[in-house]
């Protein structure tokens, strides 16, 4: 089977090395690609967001999969086309991929399926936006109603900072959703759908703000680790029947089967449950340690879903391993990220025993040196016995890493490797 994968970050690096991996894949090429993918695999510079450049690409490479990684690709009909052309493909239609496109929607499935999540009022104006803000107190919780990779959303115990946010949405022409506040760990589950059936991956956790002691602003993810040792007994499968399932009988029943990864972002509060957001693609960077573990053949798993075959694939298997991904970011990420900086120091850490290199995003400059051309750089993942040995491991390679003005967080896995972790539930 010949692979095409679409994207340009450090999720698609991961997928890319778990499918050259399947020994039922003979060929992987990717476009954009990064200057990690390139070190792996074929790369083509092509458009990913059109359609028809996708379409034509996989067609010359023969592609018998095609596997989507980012939302934007996703809402602007890539899988539509390639759907159309005949070809397999890995991710949701632009209809499907509403699920993440607009928390409207995605509120407005909820409430038809019954998935637990925060109360919310969509508002259009600074009037609108005041009035929910006081009916749900603080902290507050203002969303861009649109896709900002994750920095769209201010959670704030500052009401004039909520109001702000909404009104540059609103200055922008977009609408924003207004919620009352989760608390309570949060958890990512990636579920595996062919629009009618599904299979969970193994859970991990994502690190969203850009300091230790998550302060600062809402990046994209600055690490993760999985599996999660604290999660209550059942939660897979809670998870699967209370949220995925209805979710995809859902869309599955209004017309629009939902094929490709349901990525379920959900808070464990005192009172259960509850869906924070849904995402219509893998998460960066949580993609990175889940995938490190995971033993099963990706392309044949991915395969089944884009042929709706999902319910004949065998019990996935893991690694007994626990991993943990440290995200390396540049100066002023994620205000104004600076690029261009020379990165060294990755075949050493990618040399060390259970340590992986990523790339998001690198290039290649005219002196064939690697540098940074992103916000996030690279993940650097390592895999230990347990949560201690992981994180050394991680922490080993990022320290071989060298990048003027790099920023990473020290904390990622921390509290969870000491126990520290706890989901507290009320009766009810
Ligand atoms: P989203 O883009 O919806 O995933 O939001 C980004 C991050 O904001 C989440 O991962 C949470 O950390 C935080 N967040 C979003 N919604 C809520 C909420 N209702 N309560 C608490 N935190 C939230
Ligand atoms: N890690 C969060 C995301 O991929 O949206």
């Given at each position: 089977m010949k692979v095409l994968v679409i994207g340009p970050g450090g999720r698609e690096h991961a997928l890319v090395r778990s499918l050259r991996d399947d020994p039922f894949v003979t060929e992987v090429h990717a476009a954009p690609g990064n200057a990690g993918i390139a070190r792996d695999v074929p790369v083509h510079a092509i458009n990913a967001q059109d359609p028809a450049a996708v379409v034509a690409l996989a067609r010359d490479?023969?592609?018998?999969?095609?596997?989507?990684?980012?939302?934007?690709?996703?809402?602007?009909?890539?899988?539509?086309?390639?759907?159309?052309?005949?070809?397999?493909?890995?991710?949701?239609?632009?209809?499907?991929?509403?699920?993440e496109a607009s928390k409207a929607f995605a509120k407005e499935i909820m409430a038809v399926a019954g998935v637990p999540t925060a109360m919310a009022r969509v508002a259009t104006d600074a009037a609108e936006a005041a009035d929910a803000l006081d009916a749900f107190g603080a902290p507050y919780v203002v969303k861009d109603d649109g896709l900002a990779a994750g920095k769209g959303v201010v959670v704030t115990q500052d009401r004039d900072a909520a109001l702000a946010h909404a009104e540059e949405c609103f200055a922008a022409g977009g609408s924003v959703?207004?919620?009352?506040?989760?608390?309570?760990?949060?958890?990512?589950?990636?579920?595996?759908?062919?629009?009618?059936?599904?299979?969970?991956?193994a859970p991990a956790q994502d690190f969203k703000r850009i300091f230790d002691g998550d302060e600062g602003p809402n990046t994209g993810?600055?690490?993760?680790?999985?599996?999660?040792?604290?999660?209550p007994a059942?939660?897979?499968?809670?998870?699967?029947?209370?949220?995925?399932?209805?979710?995809?009988?859902?869309?599955?029943?209004?017309?629009?089967p939902f094929t490709g990864v349901l990525y379920c972002g959900l808070a464990l509060t005192r009172r259960g449950i509850r869906v924070i957001e849904f995402n219509a693609r893998f998460g960066d960077p949580e993609t990175q340690a889940?995938?490190?573990?995971?033993?099963?053949?990706?392309?044949?798993?991915?395969?089944?879903?884009?042929?709706?075959?999902?319910?004949?694939?065998?019990?996935?298997?893991?690694?007994?391993?626990t991993a943990v991904g440290v995200v390396l970011a540049s100066a002023r990420y994620p205000d104004s990220p600076v690029t261009g900086d020379v990165i060294t120091g990755l075949d050493e850490a990618a040399a060390l025993e259970g340590v992986s290199v990523l790339h998001a995003g690198t290039a290649v400059d005219?002196?064939?040196?690697?540098?940074?051309?992103?916000?996030?750089?690279?993940?650097?993942?390592?895999?230990?016995?347990?949560?201690?040995?992981?994180?050394?491991?991680?922490?080993?390679?990022?320290?071989?890493?060298?990048?003027?003005?790099?920023?990473?967080?020290?904390?990622?896995?921390?509290?969870?490797?000491?126990?520290?972790?706890?989901?507290?539930?009320?009766?009810?």
């Amino acid at each position: 089977m010949k692979v095409l994968v679409i994207g340009p970050g450090g999720r698609e690096h991961a997928l890319v090395r778990s499918l050259r991996d399947d020994p039922f894949v003979t060929e992987v090429h990717a476009a954009p690609g990064n200057a990690g993918i390139a070190r792996d695999v074929p790369v083509h510079a092509i458009n990913a967001q059109d359609p028809a450049a996708v379409v034509a690409l996989a067609r010359d490479l023969g592609s018998s999969l095609v596997v989507v990684g980012p939302e934007a690709p996703l809402a602007a009909g890539v899988a539509d086309a390639l759907q159309q052309a005949g070809i397999p493909v890995f991710g949701p239609t632009r209809a499907a991929a509403q699920l993440e496109a607009s928390k409207a929607f995605a509120k407005e499935i909820m409430a038809v399926a019954g998935v637990p999540t925060a109360m919310a009022r969509v508002a259009t104006d600074a009037a609108e936006a005041a009035d929910a803000l006081d009916a749900f107190g603080a902290p507050y919780v203002v969303k861009d109603d649109g896709l900002a990779a994750g920095k769209g959303v201010v959670v704030t115990q500052d009401r004039d900072a909520a109001l702000a946010h909404a009104e540059e949405c609103f200055a922008a022409g977009g609408s924003v959703v207004i919620e009352e506040f989760l608390d309570g760990p949060e958890v990512s589950l990636f579920v595996i759908s062919d629009g009618h059936h599904a299979v969970p991956l193994a859970p991990a956790q994502d690190f969203k703000r850009i300091f230790d002691g998550d302060e600062g602003p809402n990046t994209g993810g600055m690490g993760a680790y999985s599996p999660l040792q604290w999660l209550p007994a059942g939660f897979v499968e809670d998870v699967m029947d209370r949220v995925a399932m209805p979710t995809i009988t859902a869309m599955a029943d209004r017309g629009t089967p939902f094929t490709g990864v349901l990525y379920c972002g959900l808070a464990l509060t005192r009172r259960g449950i509850r869906v924070i957001e849904f995402n219509a693609r893998f998460g960066d960077p949580e993609t990175q340690a889940v995938l490190a573990r995971l033993q099963t053949p990706l392309g044949s798993l991915l395969l089944a879903a884009a042929n709706g075959t999902l319910d004949a694939v065998e019990p996935l298997t893991w690694r007994s391993e626990t991993a943990v991904g440290v995200v390396l970011a540049s100066a002023r990420y994620p205000d104004s990220p600076v690029t261009g900086d020379v990165i060294t120091g990755l075949d050493e850490a990618a040399a060390l025993e259970g340590v992986s290199v990523l790339h998001a995003g690198t290039a290649v400059d005219d002196a064939g040196a690697t540098v940074s051309a992103g916000g996030r750089v690279l993940a650097v993942v390592g895999l230990g016995e347990d949560l201690v040995a992981a994180r050394e491991r991680a922490y080993a390679g990022v320290g071989k890493i060298g990048l003027a003005g790099g920023q990473y967080r020290t904390d990622i896995a921390l509290r969870a490797s000491q126990g520290r972790i706890a989901v507290e539930l009320e009766e009810n």
